[in-house]
């Protein structure tokens, strides 16, 4: 019996082979240090990421996301799912609140669920891996493992978009989280303060609009002490 | 297309406030914004001069019947979903998402501007990820690059060969999946199904709304 037991929602850029499978593999390794189990959520899809609104419009966008909570209530009853990719569990965090709290949308959602032969009873929590490692086993549990603390590298947090706004993360300001501050710590380096810690980095535009969105990228570096940035979000 | 912005404008006749209100996700909350400019101010991509009308702007425009200028407007298109606007309004105003719903009405009813790379994201990412229920990476940045014509996606592909190399190298790159050998789901029947309710409802609901 794990320590932790987990439904997981690894988002299509962290399958295998795909661009973020490094992060997949990451995310196995702290896992299986740290006793957690994450069983994938069997059969989830992709949640739309923040982009699919054009074409999607509202209800559609919200029912992908509900499948995932149907399926992970019924085949992994009782864990939160938790998600990796920062836009993962925005989407499906937003879908549950609104679904949670607009019956309308919720009763539409249903009878679309039931053409899969879904239903929804109780939308599980769904966690960031970042609120999992803080919230449910704590910086000071996680500095047991440690093995070759980072000493004497500095490092500029930075947390960006997703995993910040709207949520946050642990009731942390949105304005100025310390939580990946506090991390670096924990594997024994130091952080930097790092005024841009919370600025865009574009990425969402990257695809269809380059130039706009490397343009995001000078203001963001040239305010570091020259230390490499380091991020919590795959996008 | 060009038919049901007909129908809209004379349903809503000077009355684009309401338009707004019933036909765009979140349209509701425009008239709660009391032009403080706190969005403004936070969007990172207007200090890129990203935007004609940064969000303050649109929102008074709205009220101000100004129905062409917004909704022939690429400015909603530059969100990136930073939610920095968001979560300092003070009114609460969820402002990423109303520029969203204002973008997908203009794209709903023919009205945006036509060659809108984001728009174009937007469709490509969404009928790449629903049609097997997982994105299919290789496909979707395809579709992309060739938004333009062969010679112009060869040369962007072209451009991003070592990079695409390095991938392929590193195993985050599977180029089986420009062939349809791509992760997907078992129960796309299932997926098809549900998203095709949905879309019904949802149509439904803003026909329902548009009737006098």
Redesign the interface.
């Known amino acids: 019996m794990a320590r932790k037991e987990y439904a997981f929602y690894p988002g299509c850029s962290s399958q295998k082979g795909a661009s973020a499978s490094n992060y997949l593999t990451s995310v196995a390794s702290m896992c299986k240090t740290l006793d957690i189990k994450m069983t994938e959520i069997p059969d989830w899809n992709c949640c739309g990421a923040s982009i699919s609104y054009a074409e999607s419009g509202e209800l559609p966008r919200i029912a992908i996301n509900a499948r995932n909570f149907a399926l992970a209530e019924t085949n992994l009853p009782g864990q939160d799912i938790v998600a990796t990719c920062a836009a993962c569990w925005l989407g499906s965090r937003e879908s549950k609140e609104r679904l949670e709290h607009n019956s309308g949308l919720m009763a539409d959602t249903q009878a679309a669920l039931k053409e899969a032969g879904l239903r929804i009873k109780v939308i599980p929590e769904i966690r960031h891996m970042v609120e999992v490692l803080i919230e449910d086993l704590g910086y000071d549990e996680l500095k047991k493992p440690v093995k070759k603390p980072l000493n004497g590298m500095k490092f500029a947090g930075y947390v960006g978009c997703q995993t910040n706004r709207p949520f946050g993360i642990s009731g942390e300001s949105f304005e100025n989280p310390m939580y990946l501050d506090r991390l670096i710590e924990t594997v024994g380096g130091e952080a930097v303060p790092y005024d841009q810690k919370v600025t865009c980095c574009g990425g969402a535009l990257a695809f269809s609009e380059p130039e706009r969105s490397q343009m995001m990228w000078p203001r963001r570096r040239s305010r570091t002490s020259s230390k490499p940035p380091m991020t919590a979000a795959p996008r | 297309m060009s038919d049901l912005n007909q129908k809209m404008s004379a349903r809503y006749q000077n009355n684009f406030l309401k338009e707004i209100e019933e036909q765009a996700?979140m349209g509701e909350w425009v008239k709660m914004c009391m032009q403080c400019g706190l969005c403004s101010g936070s969007c990172?991509?207007q200090?890129?001069d990203?935007w004609d009308h940064p969000p303050q702007e649109i929102f008074m425009m709205i009220r101000a019947g100004k129905r062409d200028e917004v909704l022939q407007s690429s400015s909603m298109w530059?969100?990136?979903?930073?939610?920095?606007c968001?979560?300092r309004c003070p009114r609460k105003v969820p402002v990423t998402h109303v520029m969203?719903?204002i973008?997908?009405y203009a794209?709903?009813i023919g009205q945006s501007p036509k060659n809108q790379?984001?728009?174009?994201?937007?469709?490509t990412?969404?009928?790449n990820?629903?049609k097997s229920?997982?994105?299919n990476?290789v496909k979707l940045t395809q579709t992309?690059y060739f938004k333009d014509g062969i010679a112009s996606g060869i040369k962007k592909a072209m451009e991003m060969q070592s990079v695409a190399l390095g991938?392929v190298k590193?195993?985050?790159?599977?180029l089986l999946e420009a062939l349809g050998i791509s992760?997907k789901?078992?129960?796309i029947k299932?997926?098809h199904?549900?998203?095709?309710?949905?879309?019904e409802?949802?149509a439904q609901?803003k026909a329902d709304k548009a009737k006098a």
């Open positions: 996700e990172p991509t200090f890129q990203g530059m969100c990136t979903s930073c939610y920095n968001y979560v969203h719903g973008a997908e794209y709903r790379p984001t728009q174009h994201l937007s469709k990412f969404w009928d990820c629903t229920g997982r994105v990476e992309l991938l590193s195993g985050r790159l599977n992760h789901c078992k129960d299932g997926i199904a549900m998203l095709a309710k949905a879309n409802l949802e609901h």
